[in-house]
Every structure is written in structure tokens, then in C-alpha cells.
């Protein structure tokens, strides 16, 4: 572990003496690892990031590209003393502290629901969650995330190229990924600290405004079939609202959204 690396751990660690911190130059998966804590018993919050994952899992099942040192590959493992009702909005919650750390930096991101960050039409990064409920009360909640920050393009194989992006693919240069995750460590505290119905509405409202693919025609897949729909609204629970070629409204909890050009 070379000197600079070394210094950013340690300040992150003094920044933050309430949630236990995990670093690896090399895991399988920071989302298995946070499952195999959760299932020994874990105290308090916790952050697992590793320098690159071998088996890095996307949604659907997917590989998800992790090279070492060149993006941020975490997973958050915590235990919500909210309603199991509010599980499905956390993608989107957080989805929207991805998009507000990003601005930060003077990068402007869009968001394709429910979980996903693009630059440029392009994928930028995602979330996986996965959650435990017993008894009608949720015993761990893990958040994993992947943001793509100095890959080149010659990381992504030809088919990702034309998919996929990186902060120094769009922007030209580094970025240091201590910050943004410090950044994106306040961000996310500050909205799941108090998880309202009030507070949803308000996030809701950014992420909407800042959605890919509201009022635009998509492919849809779900429920084994594809649809061209428009997606005309969110609702509070995350769902999302589409219109069909008939203009009949329907509402889709889970689906793939594909963004047509």
C-alpha cells in the first residue's frame, strides 16, 4: 500500500471514529463481505471498501468491472431502525447523496431509475442493495456502490465502451477518490439520519428533477416481456409511473429501464 493511500485511510478513519472501516486491497465482493459480518452480529455502521473486487455483482446478477485504483468500490452495512416500508426508497435516496456528491465537484450526472448514475448517456456508476427482515424488523441493510472515476477507456472491453464512462473519460483527468467519498459519506448521514415521509417528498424532488428518463420514451423489462413506455412519474414508495403505447398508466416496482437513442 503505497504512502498517499496510507495517509488518505487514516484520515478517513479519524473522520470518522463511529463507523467501523474496512479497506482491502483485494476482496471477491464488499457486499458478500458485508453479509458474512451481518450474519456473525455487527455493532455499528459500517463501511467496507476494497482497491478492487474480483467478483464485483451489479444488479441482475452482473459482473461489475472493478480494476484496482481506479474507482470507488464500497458497500455500507447498517442496521435501519425505520419501517420495512421505506426499503424500496433507499436506492433512490441514495442514488440522490451519488448525484449531490457529484455536484459538488462541478460534475452534473443524471439518474436512470431506480439505481443508476450516467454522464453523458453513458453509465457512470450503480447501486446494489440487499436487506434481511424478521419479525416485521429489518436486520441489516447493505448499500454497495460502484462509481467509475479514472478508468480509461481501454478498461472497458468494446461492447462497455460504448456504454459505460468514468469521471476521466468525460472530464479529462483525475479525481481524488477520498474526497468524493468523504463527500459522499456526508451526504448520505445527512439523509438517512431521519428518514420522514417529509424528507422522501424533498429528495424525491431532486431526483426527479434530475431523472434520465422521465417524459422520454424507454424499453422497459419486466415480468419477462418488453414494453416501449413513457415514464411520467415517481412515487413515494419509489415505484415508478409509466404509459403504455395504449396511454393505460401502470406502475412498476421492479424493471429494467434501457434508454433509446
Not at 453509465?123 to 416485521?136: A, D, F, R, V, Y
Not at 468524493?180 to 445527512?190: E, G, M, R, V, Y
Request: hydrophobic share 40%; with cysteine.
Amino acid at each position: 500500500m503505497d504512502n498517499i493511500l496510507t495517509t488518505e485511510l487514516n484520515n478517513f478513519k479519524l473522520l470518522y471514529p463511529n463507523i467501523e472501516f474496512y479497506f482491502f486491497e483485494e476482496i471477491d465482493s464488499t457486499n458478500n463481505f458485508c453479509k458474512s459480518l451481518a450474519n456473525k452480529g455487527f455493532d455499528k455502521p459500517t463501511l467496507v471498501l476494497s482497491d478492487k473486487q474480483i467478483c464485483g455483482r451489479g444488479t441482475k446478477g452482473r459482473n461489475w468491472l472493478s480494476p484496482k485504483n481506479k474507482g470507488l468500490w464500497f458497500s455500507l452495512l447498517l442496521k435501519p431502525d425505520f419501517s420495512t416500508k421505506f426499503l424500496s426508497i433507499i436506492p433512490i435516496l441514495t442514488a440522490t447523496a451519488i448525484y449531490e456528491t457529484l455536484l459538488e465537484f462541478d460534475i452534473k450526472a443524471t439518474i436512470k431509475w431506480p439505481n443508476d448514475i450516467f454522464i453523458k448517456d453513458k453509465k457512470l456508476g450503480g447501486i446494489l442493495t440487499e436487506s434481511n427482515i424478521s419479525n416485521e424488523k429489518i436486520d441489516y441493510l447493505i448499500i454497495g456502490i460502484g462509481i467509475n472515476i479514472n478508468l480509461d477507456i481501454t478498461d472497458f472491453d468494446l461492447e462497455l465502451q460504448n456504454k459505460a464512462t468514468s469521471l476521466k473519460i468525460a472530464y479529462g483527468n483525475d479525481f481524488n477518490r477520498f474526497k468524493i467519498l468523504n463527500t459522499f459519506i456526508k451526504k448520505f448521514s445527512n439523509i438517512y439520519s431521519d428518514i420522514t415521509e417529509d424528507k422522501i417528498i424533498s429528495i424525491l424532488k431532486i431526483y426527479k428533477a434530475n431523472s434520465c428518463i422521465l417524459n422520454k420514451e424507454v424499453s422497459l423489462h419486466y415480468n419477462n416481456t418488453y414494453e416501449i413506455v413513457t415514464p411520467i412519474d415517481i412515487a413515494n414508495d419509489g415505484s415508478l409511473l409509466v404509459k403504455d403505447s395504449n396511454n393505460i398508466i401502470k406502475q412498476i416496482y421492479s424493471g429494467e429501464v434501457s434508454l433509446r437513442f
